[in-house]
Nanobody, 127 residues
Framework: QPHLLESGGGAVQAGGSLKLSCRVQ????????MGWFRRTPGKSREFVASIGCSTSTNRWLSYADSVNGRFTVSRDDNKNTSELTMTSLKPEDSAIYYCAGGAGPAARTTEQDYIYWGQGTQVTVST
């Protein structure tokens, strides 16, 4: 059973940037599609971005419309790590962000496609 460890959350002003990191311990990272989701109080968890696994010659990427062009998802199979680089942050991006791992190769966008989850990291964007 892999363990997902997130880091990089914090507080930033609108227009600023943050980079979240998710390190996977155990398992076979290169076979996992890695996804990022977020949750705000009173709402269900929503998809943010995902990147397919390295067993495919295609590098699948998917982004929610609300973050497309501002967020970038990446992975480093040598470090068993996925990162979410967030730029031009808005107050509505404030949430708890979760990384998740699921079966590859495609970049999956629904919670049900993911098996392994991190504990979440808080991102707060102020005006």
């Amino acid at each position: 059973q892999p363990h997902l460890l997130e880091s990089g959350g914090g507080a930033v002003q609108a227009g600023g940037s943050l980079k979240l990191s998710c390190r996977v311990q155990g398992g076979t990272f290169y076979t996992y599609t890695m996804g990022w989701f977020r949750r705000t109080p009173g709402k269900s968890r929503e998809f943010v971005a995902s990147i397919g696994c390295s067993t495919s010659t295609n590098r699948w990427l998917s982004y929610a419309d609300s973050v497309n062009g501002r967020f970038t998802v990446s992975r480093d199979d040598n470090k068993n790590t996925s990162e979410l680089t967030m730029t031009s942050l808005k107050p509505e991006d404030s949430a708890i962000y979760y990384c998740a791992g699921g079966a590859g190769p495609a970049a999956r966008t629904t919670e049900q496609d993911y098996i392994y989850w991190g504990q979440g990291t808080q991102v707060t964007v102020s005006t």
